[in-house]
């Protein structure tokens, strides 16, 4: 149809949201923030006692025995130091003249808090999927890990303590991801008929996912009740639970379940890889920085793939207005730690390509 005639007596506009056409989701932020957020209450270091050495002392006896008398040292401390990852809000005091004007369509401020906020967030997936280089949070990569990143976690020497603070880590047998392969990592993670020391969360890519998906249709097939249709983990729901979507009004991340335990797949996990955590080990430990409020990282003006990320361990600072330019800057920020207090109950398998 030709409009050409309607221009000048038609206003045009727009919808009163921006579409989020480039981020995809960020599970693992959902998950390690939303709720399950520890405060940082142990000056510079969050600290975790570990036991790294068996006491051998126990003796056969009748009567009054020769029971051993020598204290014994069992214990070493993990040690995690506070990190930060933050971003500037930055308000130009001209433009947002202009926006308060009736041509208003979407709020300028929200716009910009928005932006910032899906960045930010995205860019803590990638620190909490990471190695925690330098300054940056540590992520699974480095508590996972066999040595084959990193020589120490937590302050503690993988040479020295390496059975104890290493994480299960399974390459693959011909890049090939299996229910017996899945089963085998998960027992590597587990102890035998313990809840709170069994995998209770598999985190993977969307390629690997849908392996999964096959495997668990094929066995549907052979009558094998493996899964239940349309099932969804909730940064809220509990540790090892998916719900039906019902439940959670559609919300939420999709998942299957393997052994009674939700497969959720995350944008952000690294391609080939598939995470067997125990989230009851897994603790974002937040830091409250001074001068600065908590902030809800909730979508404003934006629809997208991060509404479904309720994260709550964000801070912002106040308003601040540069020396030398006409408008304010405020800091969102996220500052403490993604720790696991016991690595050798979380693993990963790699290299994964087929099924």
């Not at 570990?50 to 051998?56: I, R």
């Not at 930060?84 to 041509?103: C, F, P, R």
């Not at 925690?132 to 990143?149: F, H, K, R, V």
């Not at 006409?326 to 730690?337: E, F, S, T």
Request: charged share 15%.
């Amino acid at each position: 149809m030709d409009y050409s005639r309607l221009i000048t007596t038609t206003s045009q506009r727009v919808a009163s949201f921006v579409v989020d056409a480039i981020h995809g989701s960020s599970v693992l932020v959902g998950r390690a923030t939303g709720g399950n957020v520890t405060p940082w209450e142990m000056g510079i270091y969050e600290k975790q006692p570990v036991q790294v050495t068996e006491v051998t002392t126990a003796v056969d006896f009748q009567g009054i025995g020769n029971f051993n008398t020598a204290d014994n040292s069992t214990d070493v401390n993990f040690q995690w130091e506070a990190k930060g990852l933050g971003d500037s809000v930055i308000i130009g005091y001209a433009e947002l003249g202009l926006n308060q004007t009736k041509a208003q369509v979407i709020n300028l401020v929200k716009r910009k808090f928005d932006v910032i906020r899906n960045s930010l967030i995205v860019a803590a997936g990638n620190r909490f999927y990471g190695l925690g280089t330098g300054a940056a949070i540590e992520g699974l990569q480095l508590s996972t890990d066999n040595s084959t990143y990193s020589s120490s976690y937590g302050g503690l020497s993988r040479a020295t303590y390496g059975t104890y603070i290493n994480g299960q880590v399974t390459a693959a047998a011909s890049g090939i991801v299996s229910f017996n392969t899945i089963a085998a990592q998960i027992d590597l993670c587990s102890a035998a008929a313990s809840t709170m020391e069994s995998t209770n969360l598999l985190l993977t890519t969307k390629t690997i996912w849908a392996f999964v998906e096959r495997l668990v249709e094929t066995k549907s097939r052979g009558n094998y009740d493996t899964s239940r249709g349309n099932l969804r983990v909730t940064p809220y729901s509990p540790m090892g639970v998916a719900l039906d979507a019902a439940q959670v009004g559609m919300a939420g991340y999709e998942s299957i379940y393997f052994r009674g335990i939700p497969t959720v797949k995350d944008d952000q996990t690294p391609t080939g890889l598939l995470y067997t955590l125990n989230e009851n080990h897994l603790d974002f430990v937040s830091s409250q920085i001074a001068y600065c409020d908590s902030v809800s990282m909730a979508e404003e003006v934006t629809k997208g793939a991060l509404e479904d990320v309720k994260t709550t361990a964000w801070q912002v600072s106040k308003e601040a207005k540069p020396v030398n330019g006409l408008g304010d800057v405020r800091q969102m920020a996220i500052y403490g730690n993604f720790v696991n207090r016991n690595p050798r109950r979380s693993g990963v398998i790699t290299g994964i390509t087929g099924v």
